[in-house]
């Protein structure tokens, strides 16, 4: 239907359940409201009688497993109900038109971008290329549409707007171009592909996974052309709990090579052993190899190797604990992984900018606020700048939030539901 015609059917209600499924009773109104002025500003840009979609992709919140999925270890990662959504309408040509909310127009002809070019890493645009030219690749079909998105999946707040991104591209050509026949599975590697050889960052594949296949998900990478994911049915809501995301204020423009350096030094392990990658190798061979190693790599490699192979463990027991539904167990996991994170991994701030450490600031507070209660804290996500996470008791939210706002302004703390649905189209 067009414009005119989907706002009349937003505003009878015909789309309240699938709303109230995605985000919440409570959100019913706020959602009819960000739906209808999304599809003003589409309308306004490219026209009222376009026909047109809705599509919805998740945010991710990382529950277990911090910087292993790049060396194809494991996560625990869920799908969250803070998301990107987008209107859109297909074209009779190659060109791809997205205009973001409060982000210039990313206009490229797929045609014509079809091959990584590094003067675009980093740029907007490269996605949308890369994420063409991934479905052409893997033998599907691509072609032009025009997009409105808007975001509740803040830049830089570590529930991976950058993925949401990447896989909102793919999930308007799987539907508009391969009738919805390209699984979420296969959308998110071509995520990774897009992020790899476009964009220019040598990320893993959790974060795209996590946002495109939805719900409580583990994932096992050791074969990365086909990891094992398995459900993980718990609820943190009706156990009493919420997810807390506390959004430091830091700055993420600067930290891709904070990041990079991270796969990199594990690698670089691996390679002095004769691998690939960690998940080739095993803890007992780093071990017996650290005085070579030390001399090869440095000691902060090492650090991040041991570090790789212990949060691996963890993700295993966190799971079974989930699954088992003891919470005991799996708080324990995430307090010795936001442990090792900050003393092993050492992603909780950058040593480009020893004065900001807003994380450390974060983690510090919580423990304070929290460390008396059965509840769990760590960094969350990639590190070095942005957000903590906390699982607290539904009792202490307004608490625990009111005091991270006091501290890093109005809104910093979101407490999040876990959705059950990631990359979808809304209709």
């Known amino acids: ?27 019913l109104e706020k959602q009819r ?16 009688d376009r026909e047109v979609s809705l599509f919805s992709v998740s945010g991710r919140s990382e529950l277990s497993g911090n ?39 990313d206009v490229v002809d797929i045609a014509d971008f079809a091959a990584p070019r590094e003067a675009r890493f980093s740029k907007s645009d490269a996605i949308v290329a890369g994420m063409c030219a991934g479905f052409q690749k893997n033998g599907h079909k691509a072609g032009g549409f025009v997009a409105y998105t808007t975001s509740s999946v803040l830049k830089g707040s570590g529930l991976s707007s950058s993925a949401a991104f990447e896989v909102m591209i793919g999930n308007i050509e799987n539907h508009f171009y391969n009738e919805g026949t390209v699984s979420n599975v ?41 990891p094992v994911i398995e459900q993980v049915h718990f609820d943190m809501t009706g156990a009493g709990y919420r997810l807390c995301i506390v959004d430091t204020g830091g700055n993420h423009a600067d930290l891709t090579p904070d990041y990079a350096a991270v796969p990199a030094e594990m690698k670089a392990v691996a390679a002095a052993l004769g691998k690939g990658v960690l998940r080739e190798t095993d803890e007992e061979a780093v071990l017996a190899a650290i005085p ?14 041991l570090h790789f192979f212990a949060e691996n463990r963890r993700v295993a027991t966190g799971k079974a604990a989930l699954l088992a539904g003891d919470l005991d167990a799996f708080f324990a996991v995430v307090l010795a992984s936001g442990r090792s994170s900050f003393q092993y991994l050492q992603n ?80």
Do not use: W
């Not at 414009?3 to 959100?27: M, P, Q, V």
């Not at 960000?34 to 599809?39: D, E, P």
């Not at 992020?195 to 050791?222: H, T």
């Not at 070579?292 to 190797?305: C, I, K, M, P, W």
């Open 292 to 305: 070579t190693l030390r001399e090869q790599v440095g000691d902060r490699a090492v650090l991040r190797a």
């Open 33 to 48: 409201a960000r739906y209808l002025a999304a599809i003003g500003e589409f309308a306004a840009l490219y026209g009222v």
């Open 67 to 105: 910087h292993t999925d790049h060396n194809r270890g494991c996560v625990i990662a869920a799908s969250i109900d803070l998301d990107i959504i987008a209107v859109a309408s297909p074209t009779a040509d190659s060109i791809v038109r997205v205009k973001s909310e409060g982000f210039p127009e």
């Open 186 to 226: 296969e959308v998110a590697k071509i995520a990774q592909y897009a992020e790899n050889a476009f964009f220019g960052k040598p990320c893993g594949l959790m974060d795209q996974m996590a946002c495109a296949v939805g719900g409580i998900i583990a994932i096992d990478f050791a074969d990365n052309d086909a």
């Open 1 to 27: 239907m067009n414009t005119t015609a989907l706002c009349h059917s937003i505003k009878a209600g015909a789309l309240d359940a699938r709303f109230t499924a995605l985000y919440g009773a409570d959100a």
């Open 348 to 427: 909780v701030y950058t040593t480009k900018n020893v004065a900001e450490q807003g994380l450390s600031l974060a983690l510090c507070l919580s423990e304070r606020y929290l460390g008396s209660k059965k509840a769990a804290f760590r960094v969350h996500g990639g590190g070095f700048a942005g957000t903590v996470q906390a699982f607290v008791p539904a009792e202490d939210v307004a608490g625990y939030c009111a005091l991270m706002d006091s501290v890093f302004g109005a809104g910093a703390c979101m407490p999040l539901s876990i959705r059950a649905e990631g990359a979808i189209r809304v209709c």
